[in-house]
DNA sequence: TAGATTGTTAATCGATTAACAATC
DNA sequence: TAGATTGTTAATCGATTAACAATC
């Protein structure tokens, strides 16, 4: 089971839980690696070779129970909780970010907002008030808050993020279009869609 | 040289290209493999082993003259140019994207873009006019658009990129949390916040 | 029983790294 | 020249796929 699993193996997880829900919502109960696989265009060894790092979930000539198989990934990803998450960085991305309602039934909540510009300090967003960046070690560290997201400008990101690291954040998802530096406690991802606007225009003709 | 290059291999350029704009900002003129991999966490090798497809960017002893390697990298990515970008969904994101500063010396402009609820269509969001989704396929065509961000509900996401793909678009970056199915000569690009804060929360103790 | 699909092993494929001659 | 760094080849490492016995 749980030895070492590999980085990769844990990037698609949550790609089959969104999948399976989807699958659930459409009223399935019951599932075959290859119909998840073509769901996702992976191939359906991948898909149970993949499982079969956490435990066998699946029954042989049926497939796997949807509901079942949700739970048990939910358990092994830790989103079977509510995580609290800070957000730092009230702009327009950060704003979105506060109204989108599909955090929660996912595993987060953010908690709390920071920013730094006095027009941004005090003002309601959502259900939330923009505080102070002085006030986020304190913040973050009486929530206990592990995870972070980062959506101010590139050249704050850093400071930013080394604040975050420093109050107890273990997770960061930063929106800043640089690469951050962290101890290797830390993980980062990453959302920069220029990046990703990048890698297909050496494809179109 | 340009053989078959492998998508893993496409997809770090565009994090090469920004971590060099980023060290010209600060003033570099030059630098090397090695440097570069210090500042992004990859290999020295598997940077030169990269850039190796494409030719031969550096010199021995000195290493990478800055402002050529990004003038290479960007022709390679099909950036040296600018890009229109079709936008569909002006809710809270779409707005935000419309608001970017951050597309246009990457390549990308936002040339329109489309809603389908009445409250939106024709409210004017920084300098474009909402338009109905109805108006798509001939905008899209009359300007030839190749690229794509959906940015609405995931319900309706696989329907707006089958319109975006009939209209002749060929990259789509895709916000709604939901796999697409297209055909083979069309990419996609995903962004999904919450599958990237559930690929970190399994590293959380 | 016949058909389907799992979980796993072994084979294949591809990507990363190490090493070094070439050379600035 | 001495030191540094590239581009490339070969070795290593890891991930994907194919195949199949087990079994529902």
């Known amino acids: 089971m749980s030895h070492n699993i590999p980085d990769i193996v844990i990037g698609r997880l949550p790609i089959y839980l969104r999948a399976l829900t989807r699958l659930m919502n459409e009223g399935h109960e ?40 949700i739970d048990q990934l939910r358990q092994v990803l830790k989103v079977n909780r509510e995580w609290e998450v800070a957000l730092v960085g009230a702009g327009d991305l950060g704003s979105a970010l506060a109204h989108y309602r599909g955090f929660s039934d996912r595993g987060f909540r953010i908690a709390c907002i920071f920013d730094n510009s006095p027009q941004k300090v005090g003002k309601q967003i959502s259900t939330f008030t923009v505080q102070p960046l002085n006030e986020l070690s304190n913040t973050v560290e009486e929530h206990n808050i592990r995870i972070a997201m980062i ?55």
Chains 1, 2 share one sequence.
């Open 30 to 69: 019951v599932t075959s690696s290859h119909e998840l696989g073509r769901r996702l265009g992976i191939s359906s060894a991948q898909i149970r070779k993949d499982l079969s790092h956490f435990g066998g979930f699946g029954k042989q000539g049926t497939g796997y129970q949807i509901t079942y198989l």
């Open 151 to 205: 959506a101010v400008p590139a050249e704050k990101a850093q400071e930013v993020a080394d604040l975050l690291i420093q109050a107890g954040v273990r997770a960061i998802l930063n929106y800043a279009p640089m690469n951050l530096n962290v101890p290797p406690d830390v993980r980062v991802q990453y959302i920069d869609p220029v990046v990703q606007l990048q890698r297909m225009t050496f494809y179109l003709t």
